[in-house]
């Protein structure tokens, strides 16, 4: 199958305002319709990979970026762009779930409203279809009206899988999104997202190594703010060609 380039970076250096180079020199195309993981010790630069793409650290003190991050060939920093509707385009969702403190419904159909969808029907079947992809609908069909603090950890972090596909992203970034979840959560969310790359592009900072490998498309190392290599999961986590991808594979650094 012809693949399409849906994110492309282009010498990538980002600088904090303490002068830690977490990215270096960063160049990758990330595929639509496939789930790419970028993985890595600590400190790698992971989360400020993915924050970059979403622009979340614009407001980073002092922080210093060079390079180009392409989303369907446009530059995502250019001047004329505008961020919230770059960031309805490319969702998030983090390791720690934070629902709003409103219904299961509302929580849903907050970030749509805000988009200005007003129409009931369309916005009964954004909760439906949302809550669905992300695993959920079965467990919660019942109760759409009790809060979202109802919900065990792992629900909750399906709930806010949930808002960010309401919104109909292009492309879900996901930081460490089942470090705090139990095994059937996390299982259930895995095979929801392989539902969803047919649908969306996937960009994930799995929390260990065997998730990385069970998702994975496509799988970047990256090693001190630098991508150390890239290739297919399956090249990557059974070949790898550089000594410390395959000695962090093998658990020989942390
Ligand atoms: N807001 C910040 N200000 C200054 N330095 C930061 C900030 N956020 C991250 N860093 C530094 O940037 C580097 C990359 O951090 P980042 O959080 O991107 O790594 P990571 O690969 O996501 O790590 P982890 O696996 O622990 O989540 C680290 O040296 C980190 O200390
Ligand atoms: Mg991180």
New binding site residues.
Partial sequence: MERTPKIVIEHLNFT???G?E?LLDVSSTIYANEITVIF??????????LRVINRLNDL?AGKSMTGRVLLDGQDIYAKEVDVTALRRKVGIVFAQPQPLPLSLRANIEYGPRLAGVRDKQKLDQLVEQSLTQAALWDEVKDRLNDSGYALSGGQQQRLCLARVLALEPEVILMD?PMSGLDPLSTAKIEDSMQQLKQLYTIVI?PHNIQQAARVADNAAF?LQ?RLIEEGTGKQLFTKPKDKRTEDYIMGRFG
């Avoid at 890595?40 to 990979?49: F, H, Y």
């Fill in positions: 904090y305002d303490d830690t977490s890595g010790p600590a400190g790698g630069g992971k989360s400020t990979l980073a460490e900072a990256f703010g």
